[in-house]
């Protein structure tokens, strides 16, 4: 073979490597872990959270092994699952393996997703969720202790579960308005609180709401990302180009985290795998 049949193949080759990696990157659908940290006045020793959002069933290894490693290496405080952890199409088995395992080694607390509220039975998820030992938050608050020191995690249902009809921003029923009312009623002043809700666009209802940190799923990262370009194309509810797809989101008198979730979604994910999101919450030095 001559020399420039031989640069030919050579360049050809470190083409195809080249795309190979590329779209590997891109399509890339492992689990990807993505810690945030927030500063408070309000605690005296750090806290760990892992947030576990949009499952929707869908599996991480021989019953959720590769998913509770990740947790168990990351050392949580706490585990907050903020909806959409059981889904409509998919059996239960992936979830209630994945809350098993996790409610026998840490304290964990639920709230339902759109999904959950969309089933007939989501009363029955949720008295089998109490059932392993984790905490259901629906319009309700626990005060906890963590390094000797108190946290108060608050939760609402999704707004699906008072529509009665289509969900949209403009229509959330008045039962989560009450369920946010009276979490709020029992905020304790000078204690770092958390708000679990699983929708990331209500910001009009977090804002000036009295809780230090609101947590958030639902929006699946904007589906495709262009990193550092275009944070998502797309989320329900929020449409294209969402705001809130995915980050940490400096609100006025509250930060907002919104979770890229976990679903393996038979849309492909571009350039957004699937994440499992650890908050580190650290006190000011004074």
Known sequence: MSDAGKKKITALTAITAACAVFFSAVFWQGLAIRTYTVHTSKLKSPVRIALITDLHGSLYGSSQ??????????????????????????EDDNAERLLTALSAFYPCFYITGN?????????EIKE?????????????????????????????DDPEAFSGSSYS???????????????????????????????????????????????SGHA???????????????????????????????????????SRGLCKNEVPRVFNPPELVIVNMKPICR
């Open 128 to 156: 089998w969720v109490r059932s392993c030992g984790i905490t259901v938050l629906e319009g309700t608050g626990v005060t906890v202790t963590v390094n000797n020191q108190k946290l108060q995690i608050f939760g609402v």
């Open 169 to 215: 921003e403009n229509t959330v029923g008045s039962g989560w308005y009450r369920q946010l009312e009276t979490c709020q009623k029992e905020i304790e002043d000078g204690t770092f609180c958390i708000l679990m809700s699983h929708r990331p666009e209500l910001v009009a209802a977090y804002e000036n709401s009295g809780f230090d940190l609101v947590l």
């Open 220 to 258: 699946h990262g904007g589906q495709w990302r262009i990193p550092g370009i275009v944070n998502g194309i797309y989320s329900p509810n929020q449409g294209f180009f969402p705001q809130f797809a995915g980050g940490l989101y400096e609100l006025e008198n509250t930060d907002l985290i919104v």
């Open 65 to 90: 092994k590769d998913l509770i490693k990740a947790v168990k290496k990351q050392k949580p405080d706490l585990v907050l699952l903020s909806g959409d952890i059981f889904d409509e199409y998919t």
């Open 115 to 123: 999904h959950e509220n969309w089933r007939s039975d989501t009363a």
